[in-house]
Nanobody
Framework: VQLIQSGGGSVQAGGSLRLSCVAS????????MGWFRQSPGKDREYVAA????????DYADDVKGRFTSSRDIAENTVHLQMNSLKPEDTAVYYC????????????????????WGQGTQVTVYP
């Protein structure tokens, strides 16, 4: 499985960015695509997840209502639309894949994801 990310960049607070993650290959029949982020000096933290098979989504509390994860089945791609961005959203963002479905496995623990994208920088200026 290879995950290739695109998108990200710099924006002022209140702006929007979209991240994409294309998956080539499939390790599992049922899997979750997770989004995580990491800023300097901090541990990697959970942002959102989507179950590929049925599109069920889940979000961390601090992005709920601002971020939306979606999937494009034809393109084998997941997106993370980020609106109303805040300076504290500044981080390197990663997509990741693991076996399972939201509601049946722990999707918020980054250590349980075996496959990772290369990461992309998101910078939000005040």
């Amino acid at each position: 499985v290879q995950l290739i990310q695109s998108g990200g960049g710099s924006v002022q607070a209140g702006g929007s960015l979209r991240l994409s993650c294309v998956a080539s290959g499939r390790a599992f029949e049922a899997y979750v695509m997770g989004w995580f982020r990491q800023s300097p000096g901090k541990d990697r933290e959970y942002v959102a997840a989507i179950t590929w098979n049925d599109g069920t989504t889940d979000y961390a509390d601090d992005v709920k209502g601002r971020f939306t994860s979606s999937r494009d089945i034809a393109e084998n791609t997941v997106h993370l639309q980020m609106n109303s961005l805040k300076p504290e959203d500044t981080a390197v963002y990663y997509c990741a894949q693991r076996f399972g479905r939201i509601g049946t496995v722990d999707v918020s623990n980054w250590q349980l994801y075996p496959y990772w994208g290369q990461g992309t920088q998101v910078t939000v200026y005040p």
